[in-house]
């Protein structure tokens, strides 16, 4: 349930793709995912750069544009997660007892990791918060990747992303991290949401908004009115991008 109906890569910056196979049933998409390690082959070889970045798109300035990924493919029980940026997948479960937890399926790309920071700064490139030089150089909002002369960009505030050529020269990376899970017969929901849900809500808050919930679209909507509702107990006039996928899980035992 996108907030905003109007897709621009980074106003956006969160892609979903949720392939489900269920024998020989495929969701809308109708794209079977026969080969899962195939698709991740795949994935490396399109997000790749190179001298010639994607030809057919070279209408759209992808120099200081780009977006995240989060991808998931699920065939039989496994769950394979693989993500570049900083949206998040999360999954929430009740437990044979009756208790309601989570599970963060995806890790967070943002400059301020260790690993992340370390190869940035050995490309050249600085991280600090974006600042207001009308203001004795304040420092505003979460901290970004920018170029040595920080005049010139491009204060992208992750650490990995596709597209955003620039930001590859010092550091940004484009190679998802990839991890395999097994559902349950015990995980109910499975939650994608871009960074403007994640900035404010933690998964704690999006965990005591599923409990006891009969279906996916109303914990859907209850997550972007929350996140919005947060946006605007700190700002009158910004909301970031908040994008949000619920998918019900129903796993038979055994």
């Given at each position: 349930?996108?907030?905003?109906?109007?897709?621009?890569?980074?106003?956006?910056a969160?892609?979903?793709?949720?392939?489900?196979?269920?024998?020989s049933?495929?969701t809308?998409?109708?794209?079977?995912?026969?080969?899962?390690?195939?698709?991740?082959?795949?994935f490396?070889?399109?997000?790749?750069?190179?001298?010639?970045?994607?030809?057919?798109?070279?209408?759209?300035?992808?120099?200081?544009?780009?977006?995240?990924?989060?991808?998931?493919?699920?065939?039989?029980?496994?769950?394979?997660?693989?993500?570049?940026?900083?949206?998040?997948?999360?999954?929430?479960?009740?437990?044979?007892?009756?208790?309601?937890?989570?599970?963060?399926?995806?890790?967070?790309h943002?400059?301020?990791?260790?690993?992340?920071?370390?190869?940035?700064?050995?490309?050249?490139?600085?991280?600090?918060?974006?600042?207001?030089?009308?203001?004795?150089?304040?420092e505003?909002?979460?901290?970004?990747?920018?170029?040595?002369?920080?005049?010139?960009?491009?204060?992208?505030?992750?650490?990995?992303?596709?597209?955003?050529?620039?930001?590859?020269?010092?550091?940004?990376?484009?190679?998802?991290?990839?991890?395999?899970?097994?559902?349950t017969?015990?995980?109910?929901?499975?939650?994608?949401?871009?960074?403007?849900?994640?900035?404010?809500?933690?998964?704690?808050?999006v965990?005591?908004?599923?409990?006891?919930?009969?279906?996916?679209?109303?914990?859907?909507?209850?997550?972007?009115?929350?996140s919005?509702?947060?946006?605007?107990?700190?700002f009158?006039?910004?909301?970031?991008?908040?994008?949000?996928?619920?998918?019900?899980?129903?796993?038979?035992?055994g």
């Amino acid at each position: 349930v996108p907030l905003n109906s109007k897709l621009k890569l980074h106003s956006l910056a969160f892609s979903t793709n949720f392939f489900i196979q269920y024998g020989s049933e495929i969701t809308k998409t109708q794209i079977h995912v026969l080969n899962v390690p195939f698709i991740i082959i795949a994935f490396h070889f399109i997000l790749l750069p190179s001298n010639d970045p994607y030809p057919k798109f070279k209408k759209f300035d992808i120099d200081n544009s780009g977006s995240t990924i989060c991808n998931l493919i699920l065939k039989s029980s496994t769950l394979t997660c693989i993500n570049i940026g900083d949206s998040r997948a999360i999954m929430i479960s009740k437990s044979k007892e009756g208790k309601w937890t989570y599970s963060q399926l995806t890790k967070d790309h943002k400059p301020t990791e260790p690993e992340e920071k370390n190869r940035i700064i050995k490309s050249g490139g600085s991280i600090h918060k974006m600042r207001n030089y009308e203001e004795d150089n304040k420092e505003i909002g979460p901290y970004r990747v920018w170029l040595p002369d920080d005049t010139k960009g491009p204060g992208l505030a992750m650490s990995r992303s596709f597209g955003d050529f620039v930001s590859k020269e010092i550091g940004v990376s484009c190679h998802p991290d990839i991890f395999r899970f097994e559902l349950t017969e015990y995980d109910k929901f499975l939650i994608v949401a871009s960074d403007g849900v994640w900035e404010y809500m933690s998964n704690d808050d999006v965990l005591n908004l599923a409990i006891d919930k009969k279906n996916s679209q109303e914990l859907c909507e209850d997550i972007v009115k929350e996140s919005l509702n947060k946006w605007k107990e700190r700002f009158k006039n910004n909301v970031d991008d908040i994008s949000v996928v619920v998918v019900a899980i129903n796993v038979r035992k055994g």
